[in-house]
Structure formats: structure tokens, C-alpha cells
């Protein structure tokens, strides 16, 4: 039964990945805004006002050179390519790094690296309502405020400007069928320098046994807790048991990209290898081509965690992820012809 629900939930997370249209926005770790148009399939586009102490004039986002207890107003000018009036939702989010290694500027987490003192959202404020409405074939500015601390450390903030439409657009309206909404969205970046930037600082924190995506492993908590960005990194960790003295799996990650004051849990998953109590160690190398760091840390897989994520990983079930993505597609292809089956049978009965 526990095993059935896990695969109900990973085909309903991707089932519900599907009905969510693309994100037009920063590219990870290099901290660029991808250009918008006028004329697109989404409805509505966005493009930042860019002031006189943007660093680069030919960045689209907001790449601005700040100094301590600054303010300043900046604009962005949503278009509505559309016949019909159209709501838009707008945000300001922190820049974390993601469990696959990436910035994240699209969806907020809850839980920010201790060594991040000040969040894009706290410093960077909507001015007005978050929720705007475009004209038909109009456009609208909207505005946003930032205050930056007196007591600012030196480096890099980092953000992104967060736009959604929020006007639905359905499949079909029939009665009784499901209707499948799409929300599409666009990301503006922000990134303020304030004074120099200091040289990366990377830590080794604590390692957890735990899972990603209903798979088991290990996560080393790698920090970056500097106010800079890392790009391009390439991280190799070894897990050994202590206890037999046998590598347990060796990992090699490329182009990890650190946001400023984030931790990225690094995922070293074991597969088939069910988790087994006891000492470890993790020897983790981390590099770019300016700098190299070397970490070695030793902890414990209780019994508790290794029998909790083993009963709930699928890596017992012998099933691949390509199993769940074809089920889950299935899944959308039955549900489309159901709906496309009702519609015809509705139609016959009223011209009947």
C-alpha cells in the first residue's frame, strides 16, 4: 500500500509539472535575464526600466551598482499582447541554490544559509497592489523600492522581479470534464553590488541521510557563505563506510552554480543500495578555474533514518524514473481522450 501511494504521488507531481507552462527568465548561476517580446503565445511580456547605475547597459535585468543606505525606485513594463484585459501577479523572491545545483530565482524556499543577512524580498518592496490589471493591447509600469541597509556587507544581493498571469486559460468548458489551467510566467533578475566583492568562502556543514525525489542517499550540506556568486563549479565526492571500509559511491556533478549565501545539499543517492547504520566518511573536492577546496567529514547514519528512507525510497520497487514519466503520461493521455469523449457525447445528446 505504502508503495502504491508513493507512485500515485510521483505520477500526480508529474501530471501536475505538465500542466504548467515554461518560465522565460534568468539563466542559473550567470545571473542574465533571457529578452522578451512583444508577440508571444503567453499573452504577456515584461522588460525592465533600466537606471543610470546599471554596471552593464546590455543586461536586460537589473544589474545595479548600490552603495549602503541607498534608496531608489525601479520600474518594469508589463505588456499585454492580448485582446482582452489580463491579471498579473507580481513578487520579489531570494536567490537560493537548488537541489540540482542551480540558482533558483522562480519558487521561494522557507529556509535561507544562517550567513545570509539580508533577503532580496526584505530589501526590494512592491510598491502599490502585487496584483495589476493590463489593458487590452496595453501596458502598465510597475514599481518597486529598494532600501539598502546602512550596515550592508560587501558583495553581491541577489534576486528576481517574479511575474504570473493569473487570468486561466482552460482546455474546454464542458460540464463535468476536468478543465487543465496553465499558468505562465516570467522572472526579471536583480543583482546589486554593494562596495567590493569579496573572494568565495566555502564550507562543509553537516550530512544528513535523507531522499530526493523518493530516492535514498546522503547529502552533504555544501555552503557557499560569502555575498558572491560561484559559477561553474565541479564537485567530486567519495562516501566510504568507516565500518567495512568499502567505497559506498562515488559522484562526480558538473557546472554547480552557488548563489550568494546558500547551501547546496548535495544529493549522493545510493540506488539500489538500501542505507545501512553506521560511520561514514565523505571526502568532497569542489573547483572552478580560480579556486579549489578539499573537505573531509565524518558522520552517522542511525538506525532510525536508515530504516525510515529505505522503506519509503522506489528504488525498491526495481522501477526507473522513465517508468513513472511514461505512466504519468498515460496518465494525461487517458484523461484527454475521457474529456474529448464527454465533450462529443454532450454535443450528440444536445443536438439530439
Known amino acids: 500500500m505504502q508503495s502504491m501511494k508513493r507512485i500515485i504521488a510521483i505520477i500526480g507531481t508529474i501530471i501536475l509539472s505538465l500542466q504548467v507552462g515554461g518560465v522565460n527568465g534568468l539563466t542559473a548561476g550567470r545571473t542574465s535575464s533571457s529578452k522578451t517580446t512583444q508577440s508571444n503565445d503567453i499573452g504577456f511580456s515584461v522588460a525592465a526600466k533600466i537606471p543610470n547605475n546599471q554596471i552593464d547597459q546590455y543586461n536586460s535585468y537589473f544589474d545595479l551598482k548600490m552603495t549602503r543606505g541607498r534608496q531608489q525606485q525601479i520600474k518594469t ?43 532580496m524580498d526584505q530589501i526590494t518592496k512592491i510598491q502599490g497592489s502585487t496584483t495589476v490589471t493590463i489593458p487590452a493591447n496595453g501596458a502598465k509600469v510597475v514599481t518597486a523600492m529598494i532600501k539598502i541597509p546602512k550596515r550592508a556587507v560587501h558583495g553581491v544581493l541577489l534576486g528576481g522581479w517574479y511575474f504570473k ?38 564550507k562543509l556543514d553537516k550530512i544528513t541521510a535523507g531522499m530526493q525525489n523518493y530516492r535514498r542517499g546522503v547529502f552533504p550540506q555544501l555552503r557557499n557563505v560569502t555575498a558572491v556568486i560561484v559559477p561553474k ?78 522503506q519509503a525510497s522506489v528504488d525498491n520497487s526495481g522501477m526507473s524514473v522513465g517508468w513513472f514519466i511514461l505512466f504519468g503520461a498515460l496518465g494525461m493521455l487517458i484523461v484527454g481522450l475521457m474529456g474529448l469523449l464527454i465533450f462529443f457525447w454532450v454535443r450528440k445528446r444536445r443536438r439530439a
Open 77 to 119: 513594463t508589463i505588456y499585454n499582447v492580448t485582446n482582452a484585459d489580463i491579471k498579473v501577479q507580481t513578487a520579489i523572491h531570494t536567490a537560493y541554490t537548488n537541489g540540482n545545483g542551480i540558482i533558483e530565482y522562480v519558487t521561494p524556499t522557507k529556509n535561507y544559509d544562517s550567513s545570509l543577512k539580508y533577503r
Open 165 to 202: 498571469r493569473v487570468t486561466n486559460k482552460v482546455t474546454g468548458s464542458v460540464k463535468g470534464s476536468m478543465n487543465i489551467a496553465n499558468q505562465y510566467s516570467y522572472v526579471i533578475g536583480l543583482k546589486y553590488t554593494v562596495g567590493s566583492v569579496p573572494k568565495p568562502q566555502l
Open 233 to 310: 563549479l565541479t564537485v567530486t565526492a567519495e562516501l566510504t563506510s568507516k565500518n567495512s571500509g568499502q567505497v559506498v559511491k562515488k559522484l562526480t556533478q558538473k557546472n554547480i552554480q552557488l548563489a550568494p549565501n546558500s547551501v547546496y545539499k548535495m544529493p549522493i543517492l545510493t540506488g539500489t543500495n538500501r542505507l545501512q547504520a553506521g560511520t561514514y566518511h565523505v571526502h568532497l573536492v569542489a573547483k572552478n578555474a580560480d579556486h579549489h577546496w578539499v573537505f573531509d567529514k565524518d558522520f552517522i547514519i542511525s538506525t532510525v533514518a536508515a530504516d525510515k528512507y529505505n
